[in-house]
T-cell receptor
Framework: ETGVTQTPRHLVMGMTNKKSLKCEQH?????MYWYKQSAKKPLELMFV???????ENNSVPSRFSPECPNSSHLFLHLHTLQPEDSALYLC??????????????FGSGTRLTVV | QKEVEQNSGPLSVPEGAIASLNCTYS??????FFWYRQYSGKSPELIMS????GDKEDGRFTAQLNKASQYVSLLIRDSQPSDSATYLC?????????FGAGTTVTVRA
């Protein structure tokens, strides 16, 4: 596989469930990101990992917990979510960190619905 | 003040016309600027990047940057129905990539 792969593509979960989103990049990039995309709103940066180290936590509620075991994999663990957390969650990566002049490559996203 | 602002649209243009999209940003130290295209239900795809004042052309796309006015634009020449999508302006500053809400473009056949 090439590029940035996210699984699952769609997820429906109850407010008391625990689930995880997975992201894998096959580009040899050193930085990975989680973004949240809600309808009619700008993409919201949630977390940044640069060389496996978390460098940004953009005031994200603790019910979202990221994990980056290596520079190719990124997880987003979810628990006790709220209906307003329903959104498209996008993973992205870049070669040379957040300031990479080549921009970021995005995965296809996970469409999350909290019921 | 929003970090990156775009007109939400929709912007409707006839096939073959020029589509003009605008974006303003608030962080004066921003150094790199990007345009992403996002088809409905798909992920954002990078189509243009620009770092210096002036114009940059790539095929039917031209990006324009004016750092003094904190303004970046995208022109799509000879618009095609396949250009119908949401176009996201992104600005790299403060060690993160910030996005506008996007401008939806519809090209009428």
């Amino acid at each position: 596989e090439t590029g940035v792969t996210q699984t699952p593509r769609h997820l429906v979960m109850g407010m008391t469930n625990k689930k995880s989103l997975k992201c894998e990049q096959h580009l040899g990039h050193n930085a990975m990101y989680w973004y949240k995309q809600s309808a009619k709103k700008p993409l919201e940066l949630m977390f940044v990992y640069n060389f496996k180290e978390q460098t940004e936590n953009n005031s994200v509620p603790s019910r979202f917990s990221p994990e980056c075991p290596n520079s190719s994999h990124l997880f987003l663990h979810l628990h006790t979510l709220q209906p307003e957390d329903s959104a498209l969650y996008l993973c992205a990566s870049s070669q040379d960190g957040p300031q990479d002049l080549r921009g970021y490559t995005f995965g296809s996203g996970t469409r999350l619905t909290v019921v | 003040q929003k970090e990156v602002e775009q007109n939400s649209g929709p912007l409707s243009v006839p096939e073959g016309a020029i589509a003009s999209l605008n974006c303003t940003y608030s962080d004066r130290v921003s150094q790199s600027f990007f345009w992403y295209r996002q088809y409905s239900g798909k992920s954002p795809e990078l189509i243009m990047s620009i770092y210096s004042n002036g114009d940059k052309e790539d095929g039917r796309f031209t990006a324009q940057l004016n750092k003094a006015s904190q303004y970046v634009s995208l022109l799509i020449r000879d618009s095609q129905p396949s250009d119908s999508a949401t176009y996201l302006c992104a600005v790299n500053g403060d060690y993160k990539l910030s996005f506008g809400a996007g401008t939806t473009v519809t090209v009428r056949a």
